[in-house]
């Protein structure tokens, strides 16, 4: 079969000519690019994606296909796959499809063959763009008229779209721990970590109020990762900030946020985050933990930050990162509450960060005697 053409404009106008794959058609969204040398298909099920064109800068994709074990959720939620070159063979023992087959199952669209290296620069030097991906329409200045339409990442409330529809527990043996996790977009290597670390987790919708949250008795409180901008989700920063006074004047209730959990816990402080110019999106990130100068790999995904300038006496910076010297890391002073920006549950990797879990349930065994 001859390639379907298709084609990448972007808000500035560029114009990226390829090949269509996975579904025919056209999509649109924020295009961010992924250092990542292997993770793809977790990556397109990573909700944090949500409303974002993923570019990976690793030139062969595709190559040991897509297995039934690795999913970070139910879905795959980038909008589309851009890559450079798609295999079209893939050998893994775990295999049970090729991601261009996946990709059409899931309705998402692939863009292979244009210059990848070009649109990195591009971004790097202009900031993430607005995009349009279409095998559909061939004319530039429609293509660039839709990708002008499309709406800012910033403002937009995108949690709503990626939480739970209903209230879950996962049950572990012996647990020693109960854990409300508020998923704002939560992953599920999050979940299998924290069940590793001896605890039973419910699962909560993101906009469950404070009080229900207290109802459940539990011993700590986990922020979840998610997409968007995190000023936007208002109700969730509120909720926070009950269940922070909770800890201050009723009992120690041990908080710990990832990702977007981590910009919602600064928020509830009084910092504030601002949009990345290009985000952070990859799993080779180097970041300097401030309590014992050790350098941590770490992954990382998203296109917000706190605003180191903003953060409130009570929040101590822990992490650095070493890229841009961007806030990676903050915990309170006197209460159980720190949040970091990466992804310790890194899946595939890296596992250098591991040991921020330990730190959760070390704070809900104090919280306890």
């Given at each position: 079969m001859q390639p379907t053409p298709a084609k990448l404009v972007l808000e500035n106008g560029s114009v990226y000519n390829g090949t269509a794959f996975g579904h025919i058609g056209e999509t649109s969204g924020e295009v961010v690019f992924n250092t990542s040398l292997t993770g793809y298909q977790e990556i397109?099920?990573?909700?944090?994606?949500?409303?974002?064109?993923?570019?990976?800068?690793?030139?062969?994709?595709?190559?040991?296909?897509?297995?039934?074990?690795?999913?970070?959720?139910?879905?795959?939620?980038?909008?589309?796959?851009?890559?450079?070159?798609?295999?079209?063979?893939?050998?893994?023992?775990?295999?049970?499809?090729?991601?261009?087959?996946?990709?059409?199952?899931?309705?998402?669209?692939?863009?292979?063959?244009?210059?990848?290296?070009?649109?990195?620069?591009?971004?790097?030097?202009?900031?993430?763009?607005?995009?349009?991906?279409?095998?559909?329409?061939?004319?530039?200045?429609?293509?660039?008229?839709?990708?002008?339409?499309?709406?800012?990442?910033?403002?937009?409330d995108l949690v709503k779209t990626v939480t739970t529809s209903e209230n879950y527990t996962l049950e572990k043996a012996d647990a020693r721990y109960h854990v409300a996790a508020l998923d704002y977009g939560i992953k599920t290597n999050i979940l299998r970590m924290l069940q590793n670390s001896g605890c039973r987790v419910t699962v909560?919708?993101?906009?469950?109020?404070?009080?229900?949250?207290?109802?459940?008795?539990?011993?700590?409180?986990?922020?979840?990762?998610?997409?968007?901008?995190?000023?936007?989700?208002?109700?969730?920063?509120?909720?926070?900030?009950?269940?922070?006074?909770?800890?201050?004047?009723?009992?120690?209730?041990?908080?710990?946020?990832?990702?977007?959990?981590h910009q919602l816990l600064a928020l509830a402080f009084g910092a504030e985050t601002y949009k990345l110019k290009f985000g952070h999106h990859g799993s080779n990130h180097p970041v300097k933990n401030l309590q014992n100068s050790q350098i941590e790999i770490t992954s990382q995904n998203h296109g917000f930050s706190v605003n180191m300038e903003s953060l409130p006496e009570a929040l101590e910076m822990t992490h650095l990162n070493l890229y841009d010297h961007t806030v990676e890391g903050v915990k309170h002073k006197t209460l159980p509450c720190f949040s970091v920006q990466y992804h310790p549950e890194a899946a595939p990797g890296p596992h250098d960060s591991h040991y921020l879990f330990a730190e959760f349930t070390s704070l809900m065994d104090q919280a306890k005697n």
């Open positions: 397109l099920t990573d909700p944090s994606y949500t409303g974002q064109m993923v570019l990976m800068t690793y030139p062969l994709i595709g190559n040991y296909g897509i297995n039934i074990s690795d999913n970070e959720s139910s879905k795959m939620w980038a909008s589309a796959f851009i890559v450079r070159e798609l295999s079209n063979v893939h050998s893994n023992f775990e295999a049970t499809e090729s991601l261009d087959s996946a990709l059409k199952k899931a309705g998402v669209m692939g863009l292979a063959g244009i210059d990848t290296r070009k649109l990195v620069r591009e971004i790097r030097e202009k900031g993430a763009m607005r995009g349009v991906i279409s095998a559909l329409d061939s004319n530039n200045e429609s293509l660039h008229q839709k990708a002008l339409n499309i709406p800012e990442m910033s403002g937009q909560l919708k993101a906009g469950t109020p404070a009080e229900e949250v207290i109802k459940l008795n539990a011993d700590g409180v986990f922020l979840s990762n998610g997409p968007g901008d995190p000023s936007a989700v208002s109700y969730a920063i509120e909720t926070i900030k009950k269940l922070v006074e909770y800890n201050r004047s009723t009992k120690p209730l041990p908080i710990f946020g990832i990702c977007l959990g």
